[in-house]
């Protein structure tokens, strides 16, 4: 067996499974938190990205994924701008929540 076979059964990504928990669902979570009140809003937010970045940075180190080395610290970062809308120290309505949302979102697949 091959090192890059062994390093892709180690992927997360290979299974449908783990994909969903590590980032299809709180992908989702953010797409469905747009319709909460700020607040919870903000908190399911948090936890996403905080559990993606985690992810991310997780899988990087199993499999030497280059796409999660930089996505991990990216969702991590993207916790900044979240705390800075929820806090109100940039004030921006509904669209603002959301140019941020397709931000994170696009952004992590961009990369």
Known sequence: MTNDAIQHS???LSSTRTHALA?????AAIVAALIAPV??????????????GTACILNSRRCGRT?????????LGMIGPVLMLASG????????WLILGVLILAGGKII
């Open 10 to 12: 180690r992927d997360w």
């Open 23 to 27: 980032w299809w669902v709180p992908q």
């Open 39 to 52: 607040p919870l809003r903000a908190l399911i937010w948090l936890v996403a990205l905080i559990w993606m």
């Open 67 to 75: 796409h999660c080395r930089y996505t991990g610290p990216y969702y």
């Open 89 to 96: 120290v940039v004030s921006a309505g509904f669209f603002g």
